[in-house]
């Protein structure tokens, strides 16, 4: 099994949840996180002050999936994600030991 988290923009979630569920993905987890990479913020003026913005919004989905599954979630995500400008995001993928579905016990695949 493998974590797949990424950072998005927040108007691309929308389109990023359909193409996941397009290819089958039930599940998935979404919060509300802020951050910077390259573009390392920006600066916006407000009632005359000029002020830097260094944390931008954005959005980390987090899927656990069967390992055949990753690159058609990672693609996915890569083309709804996409906006060809700076600040689309990242895409991390890293190995999960262990799942268990709380309400039945089932382990591994069967509880994804």
């Known amino acids: 099994m493998k974590k797949v988290e990424a950072i998005i923009k927040p108007f691309k979630l929308d389109e990023v949840k359909e193409a996941l569920q397009e290819i089958g993905i039930q599940g998935l987890s979404v919060t509300e996180v802020k951050g910077f990479g390259r573009q390392k913020g920006h600066t916006e003026l407000y009632r005359g002050a000029e002020y830097v913005v260094d944390f931008l919004p954005k959005v980390k989905v987090e899927v656990v999936l069967p390992e055949d599954m990753v690159e058609s979630a990672v693609d996915a995500i890569v083309q709804a994600a996409k906006t060809d400008k700076i ?22 695949d069967d509880a994804i």
Do not use: L, Y
């Not at 799942?99 to 089932?106: D, H, L, N, V, Y």
């Open 87 to 108: 600040g689309d995001g990242k895409i991390f993928v890293s190995p999960v030991e262990q799942a268990i579905r709380i309400r039945t016990g089932e382990s591994g």
